[in-house]
């Protein structure tokens, strides 16, 4: 898929493949918003990593974080408010922190590119959605506008939307929810780039949409090798497209896992919270099991672990010591003092 | 829950079409969007008939007709065995009685300006044999308390709560005036996932304190599947299945329903390389230009001519053993063919 001869790669093409550095490798990272009320720390040390043709999903509720950490890879933060006081964020080695706004801007959409969960918004609407495809081409590439034109009915061909030469010049309004997104997925993929970063790609969709959008995404990283990291809340999906998932909440990963792993036999209690409320077909007619109390607020992050004033299984220095990060095997993690207990069942 | 004696509430043919006009002075109808056409199905006392569907499929436009927020173009809508006459306000309103809403976005559905004890005592004004009103307050605060809140905070303001206490706060509100009948619009889609299996405990824990019947819209189908007692199937406006939430699940029949539950993702990775999955083609088709005879023709995969010729109507067929609207219904597990 990749034509070398027009892709301007900053950084030297090959320096995902030396040593053992993952495309992408989020290091400690922290993000914190100044407001009015106080320092909100959205993201407090999060890492992973993703390899090229990889998928990671990043699971958590509204608040945890999985958001914020993206936007802090894209580079898409309006700072201030946010600050990122620590960590790393190495793109094929690189700290993309320690880039100027320039250079950032080179690897957005060319190697990093991002679809957001509302493509209407997302969108321009006076602008038809031609052009919003074709600006890619004309800022990245210089192209002229006739041959970005054609570039865009080419990627619209591709992300199948019908008829793609007499829809080239249609507003994002005259699309439907499904075909907005693919639109989106156009524009992101138009550069090739290397990593994807989908933040609830289909949230907004209907299930036999989302099914379509889930199909294309998996089709085209099979075609680049591009690593995709899936930001969603939805388990189900996640059992379908990831190989590895990383869990979030209170704005720290909870658990590192490949996908098997996790849903087999979880190694966080709030994992394993989420995986038993889900309804299941022998559950019918019995109570589901649920995560008692609230999401943290952010302002007012609980002591120790986050997530102890909800943890059936909590002991009294749950409440004065943060968790570090245990490792449990070399592809597996969970931030739980009792990760042991937790998986063998003896918990609580 | 089986359903037993008569049914609390019959709803037949129901119509509602929203004209398409054209002209700003004289207005012409050029057109209409079919947004519900031709529904019914009845529904027992103390049991759950879920209503799954994709968006446009006209599920909450459904919803407000049963309300009789919106009145129908046709048909009708009988509780207790007794016609609602939309156009009488002294039946509308014993009717509202009887029949009560949770909405979707606990976020907007509730009044930002007026108190928790405000919002929940309100139906009290309208109807006020129900209450009388030196004892208004207390009933509120029982109703806090049935749906696990603090009575304490009956002077609070909405933006006080989380969103799972405030979908609380419109259960409450939809309990104040004891209805038979809850109609539950996608009451958990704006919930966060560790806060839906609390609502939904909460919801059925009612229906068995109640003995409450309700309508259950959403678009979650493993959540209808724990909830319902029968599932109806809508596409653009009409009823393609309906039947006890094992026929739906187990042996659904309609090529549209399979499609749907093919969809929806598994949350367990084990086999998910080899599960069965019909992916469909292109975009429900627009509610003003349905396709002729079968709807569903324009993306079914079974589509003979047929199918665009004659309508199939929602009966049982060969084979089946629930109503279904397909000629060439045929029972096909796709949840758990591997």
């Known amino acids: 898929m990749k034509n070398p001869s027009v892709d301007t790669h900053l950084l030297p093409a090959d320096s995902g493949t030396i040593g053992t550095e993952p495309l992408l490798a989020v290091d400690n990272l922290h993000v914190e918003f100044g407001t009015r009320a106080g320092v909100v720390r959205a993201v407090n040390g999060v890492s992973y990593a993703l390899n090229a043709g990889e998928t990671l999903a990043v699971l958590g509720e509204s608040g945890s974080g999985k958001s914020v950490t993206a936007q802090a890879i894209m580079g898409i933060l309006d700072m201030p408010p946010a600050r990122i006081p620590k960590g790393e964020i190495r793109f094929r080695g690189t700290d993309l922190l320690q880039l100027s706004e320039s250079q950032r801007s080179q690897i957005r959409g060319q190697q990093i590119a991002m679809i957001f969960q509302d493509a209407l918004s997302a969108l321009n609407p006076v602008f038809t959605v031609g052009w919003q495809i074709a600006e890619m081409f004309r800022v990245h590439k210089g192209m002229s506008k006739k041959a970005s034109y054609a570039k865009a009915v080419e990627l619209m061909d591709r992300v199948r939307i019908p008829a793609a030469k007499q829809r080239v010049n249609d507003y994002p309004h005259q699309f439907s929810g499904g075909m907005r997104q693919r639109i989106m997925i156009a524009m992101s993929i138009a550069l090739d780039p290397d990593l994807l970063i989908a933040d609830e790609p289909t949230t907004a969709l209907d299930v036999t949409v989302q099914a379509q959008i889930m199909e294309l995404l998996a089709e085209l990283q099979r075609e680049s090798n591009m690593g995709l990291i899936l930001i969603t809340h939805d388990l189900g999906v996640v059992a379908d497209v990831a190989d590895k998932i990383a869990v979030m909440y209170g704005g720290r990963i909870v658990e590192n896992a490949p996908v098997h792993d996790i849903y087999r036999n979880a190694a966080h209690p709030y994992t394993k919270g989420l995986l038993d409320s889900i309804p299941r077909v022998d559950m019918k007619g019995q109570e589901l099991y649920a995560i008692k109390g609230l999401p943290p607020n952010l302002l007012d992050m609980p002591t120790g672990c986050a997530f102890h004033p909800r943890c059936p299984f909590r002991q009294d220095n749950c409440v004065t010591d943060v968790p570090p990060l245990h490792e449990i095997s070399g592809t597996r993690s969970s931030a739980c003092h009792y990760w042991r207990e937790v998986l063998d069942g003896t918990a609580g | ?338």
């Open chain 2, 1 to 338: 829950m089986a359903p037993q004696g008569e049914p609390i509430l019959e709803v037949r043919d129901l119509v509602k079409h929203f004209p398409l006009t054209q002209g700003i002075v004289l207005k012409r109808q050029v057109g209409a969007i079919k947004a519900v056409d031709g529904v019914s199905f009845d529904l027992h006392r103390g049991e759950t008939l879920g209503v799954v569907g994709e968006s446009g499929c006209g599920k909450s436009t459904l919803a407000k007709l049963l309300m009789a927020l919106e009145k129908p173009t046709s048909g009708s809508v009988k509780v207790n065995g007794e016609m609602v006459d939309v156009h009488k306000g002294s039946n509308l309103k014993k009717f509202r009685r009887n029949i009560q809403m949770v909405m979707q976005d606990p976020y907007t559905s509730l009044n930002p300006r007026m108190t928790v004890g405000d919002i929940i005592g309100e139906p009290y004004e309208i109807h006020t044999e129900v209450a009388p009103k030196g004892d208004r307050r207390r009933k509120v605060q029982e109703l806090l308390e049935v749906v696990g809140l603090n009575p304490d905070h009956i002077n609070r303001y909405p933006h006080q709560f989380s969103g799972g206490q405030r979908q609380r706060i419109g259960i409450a509100r939809g309990l104040a005036l004891q209805p038979e009948i809850i109609v539950c619009d996608e009451p958990v889609s704006a919930l966060d996932v560790s806060i839906q299996a609390q609502v939904i405990n909460l919801l059925e824990r009612l229906q068995n304190e109640f003995g409450l019947a309700y309508i259950f819209i959403a678009h979650d189908l493993s959540v209808v599947r724990h909830i319902s007692d029968r599932v109806a199937v809508m596409y653009l406006g009409k009823i393609v299945e309906i039947g006890k939430d094992t026929e739906i699940y187990d042996r659904p029949s309609h090529p549209y329903t399979q499609a749907l539950l093919s969809a929806v993702p598994v949350p367990d990775p084990e086999g998910r390389e080899t599960r069965e999955r019909i992916i469909l083609q292109g975009d429900p088709p627009s509610p003003a230009n349905p396709p002729s005879g079968c709807r569903f023709r324009t993306r079914c995969w079974k589509a003979q001519e047929i199918c665009a010729v004659e309508e199939p109507l929602l009966q049982i067929r060969p084979g089946t053993d629930h109503e279904s609207a397909c000629h060439f219904a045929e029972v096909h597990d796709v949840v758990h063919a591997s």
